[in-house]
Every structure is written in C-alpha cells, then in structure tokens.
C-alpha cells in the first residue's frame, strides 16, 4: 500500500506483489473463475453486486462494523476511521487491513474507501454489523456545532430526534415547514429541521445526517463495543475420556451403518417417488440399530454422502436404496479407516438429517435422504463450530449446559450474515459430531483433529484403531445356549456363527442364541452335526456345555427324518410284484418311475399321459382322487350349455323395438346432417368419415375419387376401386396405374363418388 | 482402551465376564444401578432399566458417578447414545416433589416449571390435582398420594415423596439382643429404610429379613401391620418376633383365614386381605383397625395385585418391603416403585453368594422316548390334551424307579401334577402320596415323618407344594408341572434342594418326553435355571446307568 494512495481499485490491485494477488483470489474464488483479462477486470468484477454480498457474507461481525462505519464516513481518513468504531484501534487496523486484502476496500488519495456496492449490500440489524447511522453530509458539520446545536433543543425536540435515529435515520414530517430558522421553529420536528439536525431530503421526508448520529453516539458508529468476541464456557476433561467417549460413539456409527446396509443389502427399502426413505423404513431401521429416528437418519444420509448407499432397482424392479459395490471394498477396510469415509462425507456434506420428521412450512414431513434436504450454508456452519471447539484449550471441553449457546453466539458473531437457522445448524453439527464420533463430551476427538484440519487422506486416524475393539478369535458358551463374542468377530467367523445361531445383543461384543431352528438352518445349508461341534469348539475358549452338544445332536437326530420331493404321480399296490413288474418293463423307462416304498412308485410323467402308457404296457390302472376313494371315468361327450335369455317376453320385445327406434333417429338425424352439407368432389372428410367412405366404396365396388399425399408431400388426385381396407391401408386397383395399389388411409384427405 | 470386565452393549445390556480379576470390584459398583438379567457361568447380563436407575438416584448416586463407573469398567469404549440417556433418564427423578405445605396441604413442587406443565397436561393425572398455588407448585388431593405416584411414574416424571408420615400409634418394640447380635448388614439396612422413609430392602433368601422388619419395628417403636404370604410364614414371623424383640405372644395377633386377631402388631396374610365375597374386599378394614405407625410386605416381589390399589391409600404411613429380588413376573416394579418406595438397600454380592443362592443344585433333564403306541396318541390329540398325554406317559414311571433307586438313602420328593399319574407312581414307588385332598394333618404327619428320616420318598403334588412349606429334600424329580412363575420356581428349587450333609450335591431331575410340548416347555426352564446359574444336564433315558451320583 502506497502512502498517497490510488486512483482505482485497479490500480491498487496492479500495485499488490503476486502473494497477496493470490490471496485475494483464495478468498474470494468467484473471481477467479473465469481468469480476468487484467487488474481491471478483477477489479471490475469484484465490485459486481453477487460477488460482493459473497464476500461480505464471510465477514465477522467486527468487519462488517469497520466497513459501515467506513460507509457512514464518506470521505475519510484511516485515523478518523479508526476512532469512530467503538473497538480497540488495533482490532479496527486489522480488519481494515483484511478488508482491503478481500478488495471490499481500497485506498484513495484522500485515505480508505469502501466500493460503491458495499452500502447497498451492507445490511441487517445491529446484530449483523449495521449501524443504522446514514453517511455523513458531503460537507459535514464540525461535531462542536452538532452538538452545540444538540443542547439548543428542547426536551422532546431531543427525544424526536432520538427517535429518529433508532428507527432508521429517516422520518417524514407531515406538516412541518421545511424552511425556518430557528426562532420560528414552533414544533419539535421544525427545531431539528432549523438546525439541520434533519436535514429535508424531498417527497416529504427527512434524514437524520450520519455526522448527528456519530454525535448523538457519543462519536461512534455503535454505543456498544463491538469487538467483544462471545466466550465459550469450558469445564475440565481429560483428552484421554473425550477420546474414549468419542471412540465409541465412532465405532458404534460404522458398526450401525455396516449392520443396516447389510439388512438393506437383502431387504431393500422402498424409495419413494419423490427420491426420499419412507418414515416407515426409518422407523424400521431405527429399531433395528437400536438408536433413536434422529440418528439413524444422520447414520443414513453419511452412509449416502460417503456414496455407500444409492437408489437402484429391487429384485421385483421397482425402484429401492440399496447398498453401493463401494460398500463392498468399505467393509474390508478397517474400523479406523471406514470411520474416515464417513466423517469425510459428513464433513463435507450439504445434508440436513436434523430436519428429519419435522415439517417443512407446506406442513409435509421431511424424510431422509429426500434432495431437497439440504441447506447451503450447513458445510460452513458446521465447519465453523467445530473449529471453534478444535481451537479450545487442550483438556477443556465445552460446559454442556451454557456451551450450546454460547457458541451459538460465537459462529453470530464470526458469521453475522447467516439466516436464522443457525442455532439449529450450531445444534445439529455438535450432536451429529457426537453420534458419529467426532467428538464427544463437548470436546473433539485427538483423531478427529484431521478431519477438522482439512487433512484429506486417512493418516491421523490410526490413533484411532487403537481406542476400538480389536477383532477377537473366540468366543464364551455358556450354558444356556448362548455365545458371547467379547468383541468384535473376525469377518469370516462371525459369518459361520450367524448361520448357526441367532444373534441376541450387538455392540462391543455380540451375543449368540443357539436354538434347535438355528442349528437346523445350519444342517440345511450342508453342515454335518460334525462340523457344527468341530467349529463350536474350535471357536471356544471353554469347554462346550453339555446342553449345547445335546441341543446339536437332537437336532441333527431328527434333520431329514422325512424326505420331500417332488413326483407328478404315484403309482400303488398292494401286490409289490406288479410295481416291479411295471418298473421293469422295458418301455417303462421313459415314464420316470422309482420306487420310494415296497409297494409305492411316483412317476415324473402327469397322469393322462401316464393312465394311457401303463395301459399300453398291459397293466390295469385306476386313479385314485385325493381322498383316496377310486374314480372310474367313462370317455366324455363333450356338450354345450344351452343359451338362456331369462329377460322376460315383454321387456325383451320393449327393449328391441327401442334400440330400434334409436338407431333410426340416429341415422335420419345423419342424413338431415349429410343433406344440408354442401357437396361436392375432393372434399376434406374426417378420418372415420374417409374410412366410412372407402369402405362403402369397397362394398358398392364403386369407383371413387380420392385425394392423396405420398412420401414426398406431393397431392395427387386419383381414381381408384377400392378393394379392402385393413390395418390402415386401403387396398385399391388404380385406374391410372391400371394395378392395384396400397395407399395409406391417413394419408387420404379426400374421398369423393366418381359418377359411372 | 481398556482391560475392563464390564462390556456395555447398546441395547442396555451390560455383559460382565465373571473370571475377571476386576469382576468382583466391578459388580459391587454396578449393582446400585443395574439389574442383574443373566447369570450363566462366563458371562453374566446386567440391564440399565429407568427404574433401576430411578433406585440409584434415590440411594444418593448421581448420574455422573454411573456414567464414570461404566467408563472406569468398560473394555470397550461407551456407546455415547447410552451414555446421554443414562443422564436424561436420571434427570427425571427428583424434578417433581410431593411435599406439605404449611397453608395448602399436601403439594406437588417442582424445580423444573416446563415438566410441571406437561405433567398438568397428562391425561393420567387428571383429577388428581387439585388448584395452582403458585406458578412451581399445584395441590394434591390427600386422597390421590399414591395413585398420583404411580401416574407420574408412568409418564415417567417419578416424584420424589417429601410430604412425610404420620406417626401411628405408639407402642415400645425394642430388640432384645441379649443372646444375639443384629448382623452388620441387617443393622445398615434397617438404617438405610428408617432414613428414606419408606423403601424396599433387597437382601437374598436367608439372610435374615424377618430381622431387618423387626429392626425397623424397632425403630418406628409403633403399632405395625406385617402382610405376609401365608399362615405358615405368619407364624415364623411371629415366633422371631416374640424371640428377638421385647413384644410378648399377646402384642402379637394373627389375621388370617383361620384366626382374626387385631393386636398392636398384627400380622395378616395377602390372602385373607385379597379375598374378595361379593365383590367387596371384607377384611380390608384391618388396614383402619389401628393408627397403624408402620406396614412390612414381606416378598414383595409376590405382592398381589390387589394389595397395590389398596396400598396406594396407605401413602402417609411408612412403608418397608423385604424380598429377595425385585424382579417381577408380572412386570410391576413400577408399582413397587412408586408405592412402597425405591431400593433402600441391596445386599452385597458376596453375601447372596454365601448364601447358597448360585448352584446349590445340578440339575438334570431325562428325556425318554414315548412307545409308538403312546407316540400315535399324542400325535392325533387335541392340542388341549397333549401336554397330558406327554408328561403322564408310563416310560417316566420306569424312569422315576431307577431314579428313586440310585438314590435310595437320600430324602427324595417326586413332585407331579396329575393326580392319576402321582397315584401311579405312589403304587409303583410303595410310597405316601400328598395331593390337594389330603388333610393337613396327615400332610403335617409326612413331612414330619420326612424331616425326621422315617420316611425317605414322599410323592407330592403340585397343589401340596403350593399350600405348605415343603421340607428339605437332597433329591427332587419333577414329573409333570405347569411352570407357573418361573422365579418363584426357581427360588423354591434354591429352598427345596440343599447340598447333602456329606457334601453330595443335591440333584434336580426332570423327566420329560421327547419331541412333544413336555420337551418344549422343559426347554423354557432349562433356559432359565442355565441364566440362574444352575448347572444343567440333558440325558437320555437310556444314559442313566451312566451318570454319576
């Protein structure tokens, strides 16, 4: 910055040396894209209105306090600047510095000046930097005369004015002469308006002039100081059980998301219409995880972001959300490192899973993983409030009572610009960084320190492979029929043991219920009673109970007792030679019979090729009903149910002679129709009304004229003798052709009698 | 990461592994606030329960002590959800008192106004409040102390109960220890009930609670009602009272279904209070026969449902409740809860153990297979008869007599519930029967005979073991029996069975037939008796020359 300032933006800009070029672009991005021609442009372009409310957007609420007083100023010099911002002058140099590096303000010959869009951008309450004073006159009282002025006034003359300023700086005056000195001043409106303390500004109204505000503020843009950064309580907690609290909850959360998307991996859940979850299957979901709708929504919409979880087409093919293949390589990774994927997508995600099963203003349910449920400012604000805790003294944690609010009031102040929501967001980011582990107790996590860092690969989370359960080998029986897993199983075990018994508990360790139904489903995908005992006490660290080594063997007792199969025809007798004579005849062997017992025989050939087969082999069948009863049958004679009209005599009759009757008034009333109509040849019918035609034509064997387009769009008139008309294609000897023709009927837009 | 035993599951479960070093440690901080579930023998089940958690609250801990023993135990880290609601769900108790105020009576005061608002607003409550004295506090109909309780109890605002007690009646009762001691435990536990006011003492089978109830007697020094649950345990209260205190057999009246005396203190059973002529409760006055100044519900856990309604009357006298589990089949340890009041004291661990109350007994399953002419039976009956047809087949007689014969110089009871087949087995076995129709003093003469080693085998039925206090026995064979309450099953198992006085392990057998609802329903209580820590044997009939003595 040069001492005697620039012309233009641009020529400061050109002066800069390229860090602080690039620091300028990094901060403000849209102005890099696409890259300006020259200084003149950028500077150009980060004076355009969408470009500046961005950048002012990301302004604290000290910033934003410098730049309105620059803004009420006018024309004025850094150390008058600096004195009517009611803050420490080092805090007002500074962010008058960093305002300059996001080129909202530059420095003119005659000290810094704020860009031209920036008053009309800056705004919003106090709350959001804006003091409400109006700029200064551009020849501005001395602050002596304002205020010498001021004790002139008359009580409410003072209270008007006071009045006046806190509601906006400007009035209207009604009645009021605008043009008096002060000895005629009758009302208190004319006392200001004599002494220039509102200065008439047309249509009526009135200002207050920025230079009586700073003086009725006691020289300064705000009566209150506005560097005050809100504090954050903090209480005392080891980093060691902030870890710990965290590292539960973060292996809790990617042991839920890997649980449900295995249960979805097999029972899809629809997806709606609108592309959202069914409150249903939240619900279902909720209770499966065992955690409460809230969570289990923000569990579904990582697993989403982290693209684990996507819409596809269920077995039927209707659509659904299943699991991603990326789910696949997710699952081999290690706790640590499948914590990572999810915190990376949560970290970077615009989703709101805090809206989910409230209502939107329309009074419509939100409902996970729907698009609309994202917000634009989610990302930052989350951002923001766990820096905030990442920047908190080492072995302190945010007091969990006051805390919330407190930095509530905290991201206001660092973001004053941001809607309303915010408490909300502020709320949603710390418990969401809770539920998945980010944090806990108010603290953030030692391992989460990368994610909150920017860090983009998973280096710093190994601490956190530490803090969870490492894989266990084995498992407790005990002897009620239960196995305890005391951590988390190796996959491949794990997997056996849910085949053979019924998991019971998850969390840390797992608990497995063995029931005979749970044993049988083991025995029906192959195993032997065998292997069962071999893995059961191959996976224990104690001795089997006697009851669970009973408990297999009943159950293995009685698998396969009795046999199912399938036969299309049995065949039965008491006399086991004539089965087996049967079975081994020679031209028996294509009807597929085998014996099951001494005197039965099922067949895979259905009965009525059967029946007369075994006739021809010389045997001498009957069929047997499902009863067991015999049923002979003699050869059918086929017949026709007589057709019965139950309607009485009369009403029939009545009923004919009045269909009649309506067809007849239908047809005269055509004719009336056709006879009124002017003729005459070539003349455009309707397509029903061409057909009509045509076929008439075709039944007369009269010739007709027909007006016709072919594939070139050239009309033609020709006479033809209609033959057939069929699937929209009249069939016709062409006089002119002399042959017959196929001529598309909608093409046809004539058809006219040709006279004989 | 830490070594811990404790291993906390989402669902609330606490799994404990028992050969631990911590274990015991662990179990000691745990028990205030954890239900034990489960105890099999590696790994034993506890669950976090609102209620148990409501206990903890009223015996003085706080959620941050909960929270920072399940992390100081824990192996693995701590579900975060459990964590947040362990402390919400503690929040609760204790934002809503029943207090007395000096001008308006009896009060509900809060400390929280947005709870007192919603509790206003709960449709359970409604008419049992009365007008709002001030914006934190609304009044009570006196009427309304208990059924208000249970209410909030429901919505789950438990209210903690300030407003007092009257005095009763007073009477001197004092210990009379000249030849005994009260045991440190039992001195602690009276303590413990005397300053919370009303509560329930938890301390296992044998330990002496017919001690603690005179020693809170002791205490109140006023006229007491002791509900008991029948004549036989009247009389032991009575003659523990008459032993152990300065009360005399004439302060000391029975009210039962035979005697109905009203003494300074009377002691009735549950029956007679519930029994229920035309529909009216005719003995329900005892309750107002005196200015009663303290009421002992002896086995809470088996307080009939009846006795609730009336109790939620008895709200301004003192309360203590003596059982050995809080459990209920039922389901309302609510209504424990918020009636006679919270856990005022739990017995060490360690104690229950000495007790006998984990394994005194083995238990073992005999399954015999049914001939296929019983088999074919079974198979085309009535689903009603079934279990009949299953549990009365002759295989288990054949059984029962080998049974009864590997074991001959040992007290045996085979127990049964079908008469027909009880008389079966009495013919085959040359033994006694006691069935519902036998006269009490004839059954007083067999059990007598029984103690006494004159007789060795006894066959009793299912009704017999219901009415009357069953004499010891070192062997018991179950052939038949609905299982009713399968806790009271199991502690009848822990009374009925103690180890023989050489040291042979008692033995429980159940015989049952083979792939019918016999053997389902064997299944259930095997689940159970294994979770009780009971050792238990599946074998097949065939196998008993195998097993071991």
Wanted: charged content about 25%; glycine content about 8%.
């Amino acid at each position: 910055m040069s001492a005697e300032g620039f012309r233009t933006l641009a020529d400061q800009l050109r002066g800069w040396p390229d860090a602080r070029l690039s620091r300028l672009l990094l901060a403000r991005p849209d102005l890099a894209t696409p890259a300006p021609h020259d200084s003149g442009q950028l500077a150009s372009r980060a004076a355009t209105r969408s470009s500046l409310l961005r950048a002012l957007d990301q302004l604290t609420r000290l910033e934003l306090c410098v730049l309105d007083a620059l803004v009420v100023a006018g024309q004025t010099t850094r150390a008058e600047l600096v004195s009517i911002v009611h803050a420490d002058p080092a805090a007002t140099t500074a962010a008058l510095e960093h305002l300059t590096d996001l080129a909202l303000v530059w420095d003119s010959p005659t000290g810094p000046r704020a860009l031209s869009g920036v008053a009309e951008g800056l705004a919003g309450g106090p709350g959001a930097g804006v003091s409400g004073l109006r700029t200064r006159s551009p020849e501005p009282m001395a602050p002596e005369v304002v205020a010498r002025r001021l004790d002139e006034l008359s009580a409410p003359a003072r209270t008007l004015l006071e009045h006046v300023l806190d509601h906006g700086g400007e009035a209207t005056t009604g009645t009021s002469r605008h043009t008096v000195s002060p000895a005629e001043a009758a009302t208190p409106a004319e006392e200001l308006l004599a002494r220039r303390l509102l200065v008439p500004r047309g249509g009526g109204s009135v200002v207050l002039p920025g230079e009586v505000g700073l003086v009725l503020r006691g020289g300064r843009t705000t009566t209150d100081r506005v560097d005050d950064v809100p504090t954050l309580p903090t209480v005392e907690r080891s980093a060691a059980m902030v870890d710990k609290v965290a590292a539960g909850a973060a292996f809790e959360a990617v042991r839920r998301v890997e649980l449900l998307l295995d249960h979805w991996g097999t029972h899809p859940p629809a997806a709606l219409r609108s592309g959202g979850l069914a409150v249903r299957d939240l619900r279902a979901a909720s209770v499966l995880l065992h955690v409460d709708e809230a969570t289990t929504a923000l569990l579904i919409e990582t697993a989403s972001a982290a693209g684990l979880l996507a819409t596809g087409h269920a077995a039927e093919g209707e659509a659904a959300w299943l699991p991603t293949d990326e789910l696949d390589r997710w699952s081999t990774r290690s706790p640590a490192e499948r914590w990572w994927v999810l915190a990376r997508a949560w970290w970077d995600s615009n989703r709101l899973p805090g809206l989910v099963g409230t209502r939107d203003p329309a009074g419509k349910t939100w409902n996970a993983l729907a698009p609309e449920l994202s917000g634009v400012h989610q990302v930052e604000t989350r951002q923001l409030s766990l820096r905030e805790l990442a920047a908190l003294p080492p072995g302190e944690v945010l007091a969990s009572g006051t805390g919330l609010p407190a930095l509530v009031a905290r991201v206001a102040w660092l973001r004053p610009r941001r809607p309303r929501t915010r408490a909300d967001q502020v709320a949603w980011a710390l418990n969401e960084a809770e539920a998945l582990g980010v944090g806990g107790l108010g603290g953030l996590a030692s391992y989460a320190r990368a994610l909150v860092g920017g860090d983009e690969t998973a280096a710093g989370v190994s601490a956190l492979d530490a803090l969870v359960p490492a894989p266990v080998d084995h498992v407790l029986l005990q002897a009620d029929l239960t196995a305890v897993a005391p951590g988390p199983l190796e996959s491949t075990l794990a997997k056996r043991l849910q085949l053979l018994a019924d998991v019971e508990s998850r969390g840390g360790a797992t608990v497995y219920r063995f029931s005979s139904s749970s044993v049988r489903r083991a025995l029906d995908t192959g195993w032997s009673a065998l292997e069962v005992h071999d893995f059961i006490s191959s996976v224990s660290r104690t001795p089997v109970p006697q009851p669970l080594t009973y408990l297999v063997d009943d159950t293995a007792r009685t698998f396969g007792s009795i046999r199912v199969g399938h036969a299309e025809a049995f065949l039965r007798a008491d006399d086991e030679a004539a089965l087996s004579e049967v079975l081994h005849h020679p031209r028996a062997s294509s009807l597929g019979l085998r014996r099951i017992a001494p005197t039965v025989l099922v067949s895979t050939t259905p009965l009525d090729v059967l029946l007369p087969r075994l006739r021809e082999l010389g045997a001498a069948p009957v069929v047997e009903g499902p009863d067991g009863t015999v049923r002979v049958a003699r050869p059918d004679q086929l017949r026709a149910r007589t057709p019965r009209d139950r309607r009485p005599e009369g009403l029939r009759a009545a009923r004919g002679s009045a269909t009649v009757s309506a067809v007849v008034t239908a047809v005269r009333a055509g004719d009336r129709a056709a006879s009124s109509r002017p003729t005459g040849a070539g003349q455009a019918l309707s397509p029903s009304g061409s057909l009509a035609a045509l076929r008439e034509a075709v039944e007369t064997g009269a010739s007709v004229l027909i007006g016709y387009v072919d594939n070139h769009g050239t009309r033609s008139e020709r006479v033809v003798d209609p033959r057939s008309v069929e699937g929209g294609t009249l069939t016709a000897h062409d006089h002119r052709a002399d042959d017959l023709r196929s001529f598309a009927v909608h093409r046809i837009t004539s058809v006219a009698p040709v006279a004989p | 990461m830490t070594d811990g035993p404790l291993i906390v599951q989402s669902d609330k479960t606490l799994l404990l592994e028992i050969d631990h070093e911590r274990a015991q440690d662990c179990r000691k901080a745990i028990a205030p606030f954890a239900e034990l579930e489960r105890s099999p023998e590696h790994i034993h089940t506890y669950r976090l329960t609102p209620l148990g958690l409501w206990n903890a609250r009223a015996a003085g801990h706080d959620a941050e002590q909960v929270v920072d023993t399940l992390l100081e135990f824990s192996r693995y880290a701590v579900p975060h959800s459990l964590l947040v609601d362990v402390a919400e769900t503690m929040a609760r108790y204790g934002r809503l008192r029943l207090e007395k105020h000096p001008t308006h009576g009896l009060t509900l005061a809060t400390t929280d106004r947005p709870v007192l608002e919603e509790v206003l607003r709960a449709k359970k409550v409604q008419g049992m409040l009365g007008e709002r004295v001030d914006p934190d506090t609304v009044v009570v109909h006196a009427s309304e102390r208990g059924n208000l309780k249970q209410a909030l109890l429901k919505i789950g605002w438990p209210a903690e109960d300030y407003a007092g007690y009257v005095d009763g009646e007073a009477h001197p009762i004092d210990l009379d220890e000249s030849d005994w001691t009260l045991r440190d435990y039992q001195r602690e536990a009276a303590e413990s009930f005397w300053h919370g006011g009303s509560g329930v003492v938890v301390l296992p089978c044998g330990a002496g609670k017919t001690l603690v109830g005179a020693s809170a007697m002791a205490h109140a020094k006023a006229t007491t009602l002791i509900l008991v649950t029948n004549t036989v345990s009247a009389r032991q209260w009575k003659d523990e009272l008459v032993r152990r205190t300065s009360l005399t057999e004439d302060e000391i009246g029975e009210y039962s279904g035979a005697v109905k005396e009203v003494r300074p203190v009377t002691i009735a059973t549950y029956q007679v209070l519930t029994m229920k002529r035309k529909g009216v409760y005719p003995h329900l006055e005892l309750l107002d026969a005196r200015d009663w100044g303290l009421i002992v519900y002896d086995e809470v856990h088996l307080l009939p449902a009846p006795i609730f309604r009336m109790t939620a009357d008895l709200q301004a006298r003192r309360r203590i409740g003596l059982t050995a589990t809080l459990v209920r089949e039922d389901g309302r340890e609510g209504d424990v809860f918020s009636l006679i009041g919270p856990k005022r004291y739990d017995a060490p661990w360690k104690d229950i153990e000495s007790q006998g109350w984990i394994a005194p007994a083995d238990c073992v399953e005999v399954r015999v297979t049914l001939p296929d002419d019983e088999r074919l039976v079974y198979a085309t009956s009535e689903p009603e008869e079934r279990y009949r047809i299953a549990s009365c087949t002759h295989r288990k007689t054949e059984v029962v007599r080998d049974l009864v014969e590997r074991h001959a110089d040992q007290p045996t009871l085979v127990i049964g519930q079908y008469i027909e087949q009880l008389d079966e087995l009495g013919a085959a076995l040359e033994a006694p029967v006691i069935k519902g129709e036998t006269s009490v003093k004839e059954r007083q003469r067999l059990f007598e005979a029984f103690r006494s080693g004159e007789e060795r085998l006894l066959v009793v039925s299912k009704v017999a073991n219901f009415s009357i206090d069953l004499p010891d026995a070192e062997v018991a064979i179950q052939v038949s029996g609905s299982f009713g309450s399968r806790q009271e099953e199991a502690q009848r198992l822990g009374r009925l069975l103690r180890p023989g006085h050489d040291g042979k392990v008692a033995r429980f057998y159940t015989v049952v037939s083979r792939d019918t609802v016999d053997a389902e329903f064997a299944q259930n209580r095997q689940r159970f008796l294994a979770e009780q820590g009971y050792a238990y044997r599946i074998v097949d009939a065939e196998d008993i020359p195998d097993l071991t003595t």
